[in-house]
Structures are given as structure tokens and as C-alpha cells.
């Protein structure tokens, strides 16, 4: 009996992906195959500018600002929480700005952490919880703090 209903809720998830999935696609993202969503995610500005490439992984409540380019790796983990900005003001605070940003296959980007405008991330990098992505993060490691910083 356990199994069974645990099939019937593995296919609920399933089709519930896949659902989240087809809106995002039809309101122009370009998602491969594999990705999946676990949870609400918000999506601002214009989709068209997001790719997400295969088997990556987005949590709940991940909030990303399509205003730029984003391209997300294969492979990627993006934890609950994570925000992701190509917006931002310029210096007098009188005009929207936007620059793309760049994530890596096999990147972590664990809970709460925030990826700012003009970022590029290389594979094979962990961002720690809480973490502030200011400027580009080139070899593979751990980075964590706000500003970010290397620490493996």
C-alpha cells in the first residue's frame, strides 16, 4: 500500500513540474530537459532573457529578475530563497540599469543567497547561505559572506 501511494504522489510532483515548467517555456524562457522545480518561483521583467540548462534543480521561493540575460548551467542546485538580480539604479538613483549574469554548470547556490547584476559565476562553485554575489566569481571553490569571499 505504501508503495503505491507513493507512486500516486511521485506522479502528482511529476505533473505538477511539468506544469510549472510549460508556463515558464510559454512566456518565453528556454528551459532543457531535466529541470526541475520544487515550489513556487517568481519570475519579474521578461522571461524570454532566462535559460536554464539541463537537470538543474530550482527550490522554493527563488525570485529571479529577468530585466538581462541569465543563462544557468547543467547541473545547477539553486536553494529556497536564492535571488537572482540583473537590475539595478545608477549611482544618482535616477535610472534602471542592467547588466546579464552567468552561472556555471554544477554550481550549489545555497538558501537565501543573492546573485547581483553583471555577475558571472564559473562551474563548479559553492555559494554559502546568506551570501552577497558582487562581482565575478572565476575558479571553482567554496565562497561564502556578504561581500562573498573564497574560503576553500
Do not use: Q
Request: hydrophobic share 35%; charged share 20%.
Amino acid at each position: 500500500m505504501k508503495n503505491i501511494i507513493r507512486k500516486i504522489i511521485n506522479r502528482y510532483l511529476y505533473i505538477l513540474n511539468s506544469l510549472r515548467i510549460n508556463i515558464i517555456r510559454l512566456r518565453g524562457a528556454k528551459i532543457e530537459e531535466g529541470v526541475k522545480l520544487y515550489g513556487p518561483i517568481f519570475l519579474s521583467d521578461n522571461p524570454k532573457n532566462l535559460k536554464i540548462k539541463k537537470n538543474t534543480v530550482l527550490n522554493s521561493f527563488v525570485t529571479i529578475s529577468c530585466r538581462d540575460k541569465i543563462s544557468i548551467g547543467k547541473n545547477c542546485h539553486i536553494s529556497s530563497g536564492v535571488n537572482i538580480h540583473t537590475g539595478y539604479l545608477n549611482d544618482d538613483l535616477s535610472k534602471h540599469l542592467s547588466d546579464p549574469i552567468s552561472i556555471g554548470d554544477n554550481c550549489w547556490l545555497a538558501s537565501n543567497c543573492t546573485i547581483a547584476a553583471g555577475v558571472t559565476i564559473s562551474s563548479n562553485v559553492k555559494i554559502g547561505a546568506n551570501s552577497f554575489v558582487n562581482k565575478d566569481i572565476l575558479s571553482p571553490g567554496l565562497y561564502v559572506g556578504s561581500p562573498v569571499r573564497k574560503i576553500d
